[in-house]
Every structure is written in C-alpha cells, then in structure tokens.
C-alpha cells in the first residue's frame, strides 16, 4: 500500500530555510493521477495548504499567495520522493508539517507529520 | 479564497447519540462539468495524521464505518455520525479542492459526555 515517509530536522533557526523530504512508496511521484503536497498545522492557522507538484507530461507547480514568494516544492525523480523547502522562517512557521497524496482533490494518505520548531 | 466554516466547534454527546457536524463555504464548491462536490471530510485523533472519510461531499473512504456519512451540495455540507461510538472521539475538518488555494474549516472537537 501507498505510504509516505517524512525526514527532515525539527529545529530550525530563525532566517534560515526549513528542509524537509517526504519519501513515497507504493505509488511513483511521475504518477498522472496523483499531486504531491504539503500542509502545516498549528494551533494558531490550523491546517493550512503550503502547495503542490505534480506530473502531467511536466512537472507543475502551484502556492498559495501566503508563502509563494518563500516556498519550492520539487521532485526527486531518482528517489521517488518529493521536499519542501521554505525560506526566511520565522516563529510564526513554528508547526507539524504533513506530507500528502492528493487524489481527484482529496488527501488520501499522509505522512506521519514533522514538528518543526523556529527557534535561535 | 473559499472560507470554510464549521458549525459547532465542539460537541459533546452520548455513546449512540447522533452526531451532526456542518461545514459552509463562502462559494460553492459544486463542480458543473462533473457535477461534483470538491468537499471531503477528515477526522484526526490526538498525535495522528487527519484520515479521510468522505470525498465528493457523500462518497465513503474505503473501510471507513457506514455510522459516518456525508450531505450537501453548492456551499452547505454536512457530516453525521448515525451512533457515535468512543473511538469516534476526535477533531473533524472539511475541506475543499475546488479552487486554490485548497482551504479547510477550523475544526469541530468532538467528544463523549
């Protein structure tokens, strides 16, 4: 079955880039029916959608405003896997940090979820 | 973006008793070329990943219990729990992919008297 595999550090200082990887097993990051995504929650925002890539004959990518001028999400072709990387972090990134599969629109599997702390 | 909002944020009720969760979003999330709701329901219980329970607004996840079922269409949605059982104990949130960025509701809490 599919599942996703989260790696990354839980502490991040303030300025500097969160980094985080999500492994996929069971199902390929080229597939044509799936986007590959990341959300955040916090008690203060909620669950909130950081963005998505996702194979179509090519590789698309689409943010949300809030973070689109701090945030990539890229492919790993040669390790069926995908990351995150958030620039300038701040307390306020302070979050759990999920991988997602989406599906015709809904996540369907999930990593297991990354506490990422902001903090010097 | 589409602004989803829950009704109640928390409830708490009886083994058995029916549970009634609303979900409402600023525009409607009905998909004319499909005629499909982009609205799915997720629960989340304590240190876990939310789980999906209902997509297309009615459409029951795979070996999710048939005591859950989802309602609605355009921007008014609900889900129920017919008889709700102590492991239904958790946060329940609606979502919606019908327009980026995908958003979801604050949440409902729900909880055993």
């Known amino acids: 079955q599919v599942q996703l595999q989260q790696s990354g550090p839980g502490l991040v200082k303030p300025s500097q880039t969160l980094s985080l990887t999500c492994a996929i097993s069971g199902d390929s990051v080229f597939s044509n029916i799936a986007a590959w995504n990341w959300i955040r929650q916090s008690p203060s925002r909620g669950l909130e959608w950081l963005g998505r890539?996702?194979?179509?004959?090519?590789?698309?990518?689409d943010y949300p405003v809030s973070v689109k001028s701090r945030i990539t999400i890229n492919p790993d072709t040669s390790k069926n896997q995908f990351s995150l990387q958030l620039n300038s972090v701040t307390p306020e990134d302070t979050a759990v940090y999920y991988c997602t599969r989406d599906l015709s629109g809904r996540f369907d599997r999930w990593g297991q979820g990354t506490l990422v702390t902001v903090s010097s | 973006d589409i602004v989803m909002t829950q009704s109640p944020d928390s409830l708490a009720l009886s083994l058995g008793e029916r549970a009634t969760i609303n979900c409402k979003s600023s525009?409607?999330?009905?998909?004319?070329?499909?005629?499909?709701?982009?609205l799915t329901w997720y629960q989340q219980k304590p240190g876990q990943p939310p789980k999906l329970l209902i997509y297309w607004a009615s459409t029951r996840e795979s070996g999710v219990p048939d005591r859950f079922s989802g309602s609605g269409s355009g921007t008014d949605f609900t889900l129920t729990i017919s008889s709700l059982q102590a492991e239904d104990v958790a946060v329940y949130y609606c979502h919606q992919s019908y327009s980026s960025p995908w958003t979801f509701g604050q949440g409902t809490r729900v909880e055993i008297k």
């Open positions: 525009q409607s999330v009905l998909y004319n070329s499909n005629n499909k709701n982009y």
């Open positions: 890539t996702y194979y179509r004959s090519k590789w698309y990518n």
